[in-house]
């Protein structure tokens, strides 16, 4: 019996970019193709099979320590990006500051998509949902740079928006224009 059934979604890959290792911010360089293997995308900040473990996890392990990489990518939905810049009383968010790889348009409430789903690429890549990515201070202070006095008004702006992280799970080409289609797990929410 499979253990993810596939959904009715599809996302439309609207924009994509990765972080260069050797940068000591998060804003990233936009691109029309990105090349995934098991390490992620190479050369990128959040990239490679292990990391070091940050504050999401300090209920488990003391700051970095070594652990498996499952945020490889930040994936971001258009049209929560669209309510985090409503909120914030901008035009728009630009995901160069968000240090986003993959933006999508089409899955609803993409933020809260279960840990463990699956986005496939019609090649066959397969991203799997690590867990909602938690807002941070940091695409603030890109924001902050670009457009003086709203960098602040993100973190509060983007809860419950900001996307998920993921990791390859079966490694391809991820290019614009691409479909996404959406595996969810077979079982119930959780319930104790």
């Not at 070091?52 to 320590?65: G, I, Q, W």
Request: charged share 25%; hydrophobic share 40%; glycine share 10%.
């Amino acid at each position: 019996m499979a253990a993810l059934t596939k959904t009715e979604y599809e996302a439309e890959v609207v924009w994509l970019g990765h972080v260069p290792a050797a940068r000591d911010s998060l804003r990233a360089e936009a691109v029309e193709r990105l090349g995934c293997g098991f390490d992620g995308l190479a050369d990128d900040r959040h990239g490679g099979g292990f990391r070091p473990s940050c504050s999401r996890v300090l209920n488990l392990y003391p700051r970095n320590t070594k652990i498996r990489n499952t945020r490889q990518l930040s994936i971001l939905s258009e049209e929560e990006m669209a309510r985090i810049a409503e909120t914030m009383g901008v035009e728009r968010l630009d995901p160069v500051l968000l240090g986003a790889s993959v933006v999508l348009r089409g899955i609803p409430d993409l933020t809260h998509v279960p840990p463990s789903a699956r986005l496939q690429a019609p090649d066959g890549l397969t991203l799997v949902v690590d867990m909602e990515n938690l807002p941070c201070v940091l695409p603030g202070r890109e924001i902050e740079a670009e457009d003086p006095g709203r960098g602040a008004l993100f973190k509060p702006a983007a809860a419950g928006l900001r996307g998920v992280t993921a990791w390859v799970e079966r490694p391809g080409t991820l290019s614009l224009g691409d479909q996404l289609r959406l595996f969810v797990p077979s079982q119930r929410a959780w319930a104790p």
